[in-house]
């Protein structure tokens, strides 16, 4: 089993940065393929960002691309994701996800566990 806990979320006006991370259990946390996606209120989550196991691999949904980051760190079990340049569309619960594989998946269906959840809120 694999737990996963979000943080660093919070109330930032846009144009302003947040860093999320993602701490993992498991003493494979290393062989995972990660993945953030996030869900705004009356929509579906959606895919945001992922990265491999090595982390040589990244993948991004185009509304990010240039302002988010992802990376990982291994020896800490742990995934973050550099958010800057915020807009008001980027407010969502933004949920981590781990997979078995490897992979740095781009569907909900390629993921195995999912953490709780961390706000993010973007003001105007």
């Known amino acids: 089993q694999v737990q996963l806990v979000e943080s660093g979320g919070g109330l930032v006006q846009a144009g302003g940065s947040l860093r999320l991370s993602c701490a993992a259990s498991g003493r494979t946390f290393s062989s995972y393929g990660m993945g953030w996606f996030r869900q705004a209120p009356g929509k579906e989550r959606e895919f945001v960002a992922a990265i491999s196991w090595s982390g040589d691999m990244t993948y991004y949904i185009d509304s990010v691309k240039g302002r988010f980051t992802i990376s990982r760190d291994n020896a800490k079990k742990t995934v973050f994701l550099q958010m800057n340049s915020l807009k008001p569309e980027d407010t969502a619960v933004y949920y981590c996800?781990?997979?078995?594989?490897?992979?740095?998946?781009?569907?909900?269906?390629?993921?195995?566990?999912w953490g709780q959840g961390t706000q993010v809120t973007v003001s105007s």
């Open positions: 996800a781990a997979n078995m594989r490897g992979l740095g998946s781009t569907s909900r269906q390629g993921y195995d566990y």
